[in-house]
Structure formats: structure tokens, C-alpha cells
């Protein structure tokens, strides 16, 4: 918004001029985030408090969870709250690329939201089913992913980190390609959110990496130099990707262990749909892989141990996802948290050095 107003002054003031440039808008996106965390967070816990919105811990995790038992939930409000007040306050709004990104983070925060309210009014931490829940995921990332489609002249290329020559094209299947990326990130971060803090880091710096990927994809020359796809237009969500930093950290002052308050399925699902949207975005789908190694990991723990469980009757881990094994094994909840940190950065400056390797 403050673009639209403040950028035309520069004909008369040429200070003004400052607002056409994205780092300078992202740059007071992630401070206006940050605000909107400190000031938001102390009322929104206070609110979920008084409303009794409590998490429900299942019965049937590692016995060191039953004492957060009442610890408030859908904190993801917070997340929500600063990272569209200050997109909105900072990016170009005519960008179509911001709507979708954020109208998907909308769509899938709305579907945690009635799920985390199922949990709470049932009283089970059950939520809506998954053959509800999950139909509704795939129509809304068909729906997004047939917008991006077109919306990017049927670019439908595949991207390889390390391999700029292999770029097959999927045609039309592209439309459902996009929809796994957005539905699969949703659900990773989904699983992954199982300790304080230890979903909203890797998100972190993710959407560091991104903030880095989306400047470059949308500058043609910069493109150009590093070989990775210009997308024109793609600049702006940089100015987004600010803000999903801003809110994380803003998140994470109070969701650090011990954790004040959860992000429920409101907070995970909105989140990782906007990654996922976001790598659609750039083009850039594998290196969401890389630097969301850490919900790969995660979701493929559980994956296998399904498997492995279905097939042979013996379980892979201890307990999946994988967080909840190594607290099996003994390891104290900061240091599983702590750890996952450290190779989600690891996992982040890998997928920067792509921007060279190729
Ligand atoms: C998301 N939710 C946390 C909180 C958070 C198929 C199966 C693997 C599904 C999976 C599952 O239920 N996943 C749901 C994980 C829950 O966190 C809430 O959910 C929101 C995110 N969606 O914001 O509101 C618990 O996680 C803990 N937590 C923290 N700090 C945080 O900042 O400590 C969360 C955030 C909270 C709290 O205790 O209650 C969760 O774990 O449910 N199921 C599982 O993950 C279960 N694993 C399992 O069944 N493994 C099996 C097979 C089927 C894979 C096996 O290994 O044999 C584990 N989760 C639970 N119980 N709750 C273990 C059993």
C-alpha cells in the first residue's frame, strides 16, 4: 500500500524514491513484522488463554509431552497477522504473484483453523479426518497450481539444482506436479511442528533462502549471469518472503522451548503451502527440497515407518516422525530442536551454493 501512495512523491521529493526499491521494502517488512509479533503475541496468547483454545497432547506420545498438556494453540494467528499485515503494507498490491501466494496461505491456514477448532471443541486432538481434510488440500492446490500455470504462460519446465541443461517439460501434468509441491510442503511442515521450535526454524530459513532466490529470479540480469529461470513479476516476493522471516522470528520468541504458545494446523499448513506456492513461483520446486531438507526428512520418517510397519510388522525408527525417536533414545528436547536447526542452516547454504554450481 505504502508503495502506491509514497513511491509517486518522489517526483516532487526525490527521498521517495527509496520505495521502488525491494530490498528497502523487504528490509522494513521484516522490521514491521517483528512489530506487529511482539505486539500482537502477548494478546493473541492471552486471548487463546482465555478462550480455553489448549492443546489436547494425545495420550500415546513420548510421556515427557503430557506436561504441555493446556499449552495454548493455533498461535499460527500470530504468524498470520505478521506476515500479511506487512505484505500488504509494503509490496506492490497490483502484483498477481503476491494474491496467489497469499490467497493459498489463506485457503490452507483456514483448513488448520477448523481442524485445530475440531481438536479442541472434541476434545480428542483428533480434527477433522484426513478422507475430509486431505480431499480439500488437493482441490485447493489444483486450484493454485492451475492459476500459476497460466498465470506463467504454461511454463511448465522443471528446474534441477546443480543440472541447469535438464529441464524436461511436463506440459499440462505440471498443473499437478504444483499441486503435490504445495499439498506435500503443507503436510511436512505439518508433521514436523512436534517441538517448540522446531518447525517454524527450518521455515525460517527457508524463507531466507527464498527471500535470496525470488530477488534474483526476478531481476533479468541477475538470472541471466546465474542461469536459473527469470520470472518476471517473481521480485516482489522477495518483499513476502521478508515478512515470512519476520514472522518466524517474531513466532519463535515465544514458541522457543519451553514453548508459551503452539502454532497449530492454522500455523503449519498456511506455512507450508506458502512455501510450496512460492517455489512454484521461482521455479525453483527441487531446491525447496533442499532447503526444506529438514520437512523431507521428517515426513520420510514417517513414510518409511508406515511402510516398514504395514509390510514387515517392525517399525524403521522408534517412533516417527523422526523428532519423536530421538527422544526416545534419551536426547533432551532443546538439543533435538537445536540440532535440527543446525542442519536446516547446512541444508540452507547448500542450496545457495547452487546458485553456483550448475
Ligand atoms: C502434527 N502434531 C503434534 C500443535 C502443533 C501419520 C502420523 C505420523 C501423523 C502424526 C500426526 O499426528 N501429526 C500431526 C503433529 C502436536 O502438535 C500440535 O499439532 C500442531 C502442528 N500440526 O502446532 O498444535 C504435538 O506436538 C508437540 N508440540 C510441541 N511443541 C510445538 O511447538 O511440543 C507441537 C508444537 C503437541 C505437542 O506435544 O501436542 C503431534 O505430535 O501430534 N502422528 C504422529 O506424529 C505420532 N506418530 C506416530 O503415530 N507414529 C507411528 C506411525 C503411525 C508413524 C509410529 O511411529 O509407529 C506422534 N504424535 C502424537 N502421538 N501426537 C506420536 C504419537
Not at 509514497?6 to 526525490?14: A, D, G, N, Q, R
Not at 514491521?32 to 494425545?58: C, D, E, H, N, Y
Not at 478422507?131 to 482441490?139: G, H, I
Amino acid at each position: 500500500m505504502l508503495y502506491h501512495f509514497l513511491y509517486p512523491l518522489h517526483e516532487y521529493f526525490t527521498f521517495f524514491n527509496v520505495f521502488r526499491y525491494i530490498t528497502f521494502r523487504t528490509i522494513y517488512a521484516i522490521l514491521t513484522a517483528l512489530i506487529v509479533s511482539f505486539v500482537m503475541g502477548p494478546w493473541i496468547i492471552q486471548k487463546l488463554k482465555a478462550f480455553q483454545i489448549q492443546q489436547i497432547v494425545r495420550d500415546d506420545v513420548p510421556s515427557r509431552h503430557l506436561s504441555k498438556n493446556g499449552t495454548p494453540t493455533m498461535g499460527g494467528g500470530i504468524i498470520l497477522a505478521a506476515l500479511f499485515l506487512p505484505t500488504l503494507l509494503w509490496v506492490d498490491l497490483t502484483n498477481r504473484y503476491i494474491w496467489i501466494v497469499l490467497l493459498t496461505t489463506l485457503g490452507f491456514g483456514g483448513l488448520g483453523f477448523l481442524d485445530d477448532y475440531r481438536k479442541i471443541k472434541e476434545k480428542n486432538g483428533l480434527g477433522i479426518r484426513a478422507r475430509y481434510k486431505f480431499p480439500v488440500q488437493v482441490a485447493m492446490g489444483l486450484a493454485s497450481s492451475f492459476i500459476l500455470f497460466h498465470l506463467m504462460d504454461h511454463n511448465s519446465r522443471l528446474v534441477f539444482p546443480f543440472f541447469k541443461r535438464v529441464m524436461p517439460d511436463l506440459g499440462n501434468w505440471y498443473i499437478l506436479f504444483g499441486m503435490l509441491v504445495i499439498v506435500g510442503t503443507a503436510n511436512a511442515v505439518n508433521l514436523t511442528d512436534g517441538l517448540d521450535g522446531l518447525a517454524i526454524g527450518p521455515v525460517l530459513i527457508t524463507s531466507a533462502t527464498f527471500m535470496l532466490f525470488c530477488y534474483l529470479a526476478g531481476h533479468f540480469r541477475f538470472a541471466s549471469y546465474l542461469q536459473i529461470p527469470f520470472v518476471r513479476g517473481s521480485g516482489e516476493l522477495t518483499i513476502l518472503c521478508g515478512a515470512l522471516v519476520g514472522a518466524g522470528l517474531g513466532f519463535l520468541w515465544f514458541n522457543t522451548y519451553p514453548a508459551q504458545v503452539f502454532m497449530g494446523d492454522v500455523g503449519s499448513l498456511a506455512l507450508g503451502a506458502s512455501l510450496g506456492t512460492i517455489a512454484l513461483v521461482t521455479k525453483q520446486e527441487f531446491l525447496l527440497v533442499i532447503t526444506g531438507g529438514i520437512f523431507v526428512i521428517e515426513a520420510l520418517s514417517v513414510i518409511l515407518q508406515v511402510i516398514s510397519y504395514k509390510l514387515r510388522k517392525k517399525r524403521v525408527f522408534r517412533m516417527a516422525p523422526l523428532h519423536h525417536h530421538f527422544e526416545l533414545k534419551g536426547w533432551a528436547e532443546p538439543k533435538i530442536i537445536v540440532r535440527f536447526w543446525i542442519i536446516g542452516i547446512i541444508l540452507g547454504l547448500i542450496a545457495i551454493s547452487t546458485l553456483k554450481l550448475r
